[in-house]
């Protein structure tokens, strides 16, 4: 039998407890927190007194950390491209509206509001040039992505338990870094779309936990892949205005390094606790080819720390058009 039908089988057979998941995981709407709960609120008559507050406690944040935020803020508002993706992977079934559909669906209701959240405080601490970002935003949705998945389920699930992982260390990061500066407020809506992320890494993690359970050397072999190719972030494809894909991300990155927001020792670290969480060490009934997967895997990271180690950030910041160093004082 294919082994497309296979994983197509064990989704079936998990669909059955995705309401378990979504009770487990996610937050009905009436109980979570929305971004106007941590905003200044336009309809009280101290709307501009809190504006104004606000901007001037955005002065003191360094230009890094507002390179970072704004990446940060695409990331999220690129939305559109990850949930399209994820209502194509197998066993997802958007027409039919059945239960992986629908945990989608609402996994993106959540994900929408740290968006929002993001681009509205950005354009009231009046520290980036806004437009720009928009475009940046735009062109993101527009160019898309390529994760390295495909359809595949199994790979998905990969992506998605590192990839939350890795934006909960950056938005936690970026709330400690606020915190330091005298940004509570910052800090508390950071932290806040942190607390989302890891509990949807608890999500996608115990997706995988439990394909391991039914089909441990496909899973396996598919978390080996994921790995061998690395983990592409998804605002890989990051531009400016009037540019093509380059090298943008990576001048982003170097930002997110700099300040410790996130690092090559955070991807290492990210590596570690998958494989601890999934216990990779102790699977059993494995075929011979998941076998040498496994070991591929439990020496990954030991040998991606030495690279980490050699890495060498450049001086100099790239001046983004997003934020303007007139305007960071």
Not at 22 to 38: A, G, H, N, R
Not at 45 to 63: G, Q, S, T
Not at 107 to 113: A, Y
Not at 305 to 324: G, M, N, Y
Request: aromatic share 10%; net charge negative; hydrophobic share 40%.
């Amino acid at each position: 039998m294919p082994q497309k039908n296979i994983r197509l089988e064990v989704m079936q057979f998990l669909e059955k407890s995705v309401d378990r998941f979504m009770d487990e995981f996610l937050i009905p709407v009436e109980k979570i927190w929305q971004p106007s709960d941590l905003l200044p609120n336009s309809e009280e008559e101290n709307f501009l007194e809190e504006v104004k507050e606000l901007r001037e406690i955005a002065k003191d944040l360094p230009y890094d950390f507002w390179v970072v935020m704004v990446g940060d803020t695409i990331t999220e508002e690129a939305l559109p491209t990850y949930e399209s993706w994820l209502m194509e992977v197998e066993g997802v079934d958007n027409e039919g509206r059945n239960g992986w559909s629908k945990w989608v669906r609402q996994w993106t209701g959540e994900e929408n509001r740290h968006g929002d959240l993001l681009n509205k405080y950005l354009y009231l601490s009046g520290r980036v040039n806004m437009r720009e970002v928009e475009m940046t935003t735009h062109h993101l949705i527009n160019d898309g992505f390529d994760i390295g998945t495909g359809k595949d389920p199994y790979k998905n699930f990969v992506y998605t338990s590192f990839q939350e992982l890795a934006t909960y260390i950056s938005h936690n990061r970026v709330s400690q870094i606020a915190k330091q500066y005298g940004d509570k407020k910052l800090s508390k809506l950071c932290k806040l779309i942190a607390g989302d992320e890891m509990r949807h890494h608890h999500a996608y993690s115990e997706f995988v936990n439990q394909i391991f359970k039914v089909d441990p050397s496909e899973m396996m072999l598919a978390f080996q892949y994921m790995m061998k190719q690395k983990i592409t972030m998804p605002a890989h494809f990051l531009r400016e205005s009037g540019q093509k894909i380059s090298t943008a991300f990576e001048e982003f990155s170097n930002s997110a390094q700099k300040i410790g927001v996130y690092t090559a020792v955070d991807y290492v670290d990210i590596l570690k606790k998958l494989t601890e969480k999934w216990e990779i060490d102790k699977m059993t009934h494995l075929t011979a080819e998941a076998e040498k997967a496994r070991d591929y895997l439990m020496k990954l990271p030991e040998r991606m720390a030495k690279i980490s180690e050699r890495l060498v950030l450049p001086d100099e910041t790239k001046i983004f058009k997003w934020v303007e160093p007139a305007l960071i004082r």
